[in-house]
């Protein structure tokens, strides 16, 4: 059964950093890209990051580009999105999810979430 | 970017009747004669979870009674017959180029 698990959400100041993981079971990670999308709260989905199976192509949206990193350790099964200079408007619930091959860019499977809250 | 413009915003629906949910793309989603339009079910509360890619394919395990149709960049989800089951937020999503894009969602409710 695929398993994607977040974790590393929490409570952040404004300006400050945060890392995600996104522990991934049931597939073999390193052959699978890897997304992260994110919903802030009562509103729509928002496409973040994105990263080939080898970390060859990696794409951001405008929004978070040149603040936020995606990066994955195959050998941890383990997808990761570095945070920095966060803003309100990153207050979101974070989901990782997968894409079926490298050309597919839909979202086959998702994990619970993990909870952002930039305050101060 | 690709716009994708979503509608109704919201639709109530008698249950067993039909429902229909439209998504108008900016600009062509097409590739080598494959329209990379795709839609979500999020049920209150709940993860997103895939239901048509690649414009009609169904996901595993989503029923016959979820379609998908395209005609002049207006693509389109259809439901029918409508089960209480079905409540939830639809998405489409383009997957043709980045940014990946996603409609502002429809929010379906029984009647």
């Known amino acids: 059964e695929v398993q994607l698990v977040e974790s590393g959400g929490g409570l952040v100041q404004p300006g400050r950093s945060l890392k995600l993981s996104c522990l991934a079971s049931g597939f073999t990670f390193s052959n699978y890209g890897m997304n992260w999308i994110r919903q802030a709260p009562g509103k729509g989905l928002e496409w973040v990051a994105s990263i080939s199976s080898s970390s060859s192509y990696i794409y951001y949206a405008d929004t978070v580009k040149g603040r936020f990193t995606i990066s994955r350790d195959n050998a941890k099964n383990t997808l990761y999105l570095q945070m920095t200079s966060l803003r309100s408007e990153d207050t979101a619930l974070y989901y990782c999810a997968r894409h079926p091959s490298r050309r597919d860019y839909y979202f086959d499977y998702w994990g619970q979430g993990v909870m952002v809250t930039v305050s101060s | 970017n690709i716009v994708l413009t979503q509608s109704p915003a919201s639709l109530a629906v008698i249950l067993g009747q039909k429902a229909t949910i439209s998504c108008t793309a900016s600009?062509?989603?097409?590739?080598?004669?494959?329209?990379?339009m795709h839609w979500y079910q999020q049920k209150p509360g709940q993860l997103p979870k895939i239901l048509i890619y690649n414009e009609f394919s169904r996901a595993p395990g989503i029923p016959a009674r979820f379609s998908g149709d395209e005609a002049e960049l207006n693509f389109t989800l259809t439901i029918e017959p409508v089960e209480a089951d079905d409540v939830a937020t639809y998405y489409c999503q383009q997957g043709l180029t980045f940014p990946l894009t996603f409609g502002a969602g429809t929010k379906l409710e029984l009647k």
């Open positions: 600009e062509s989603v097409n590739k080598f004669g494959i329209n990379l």
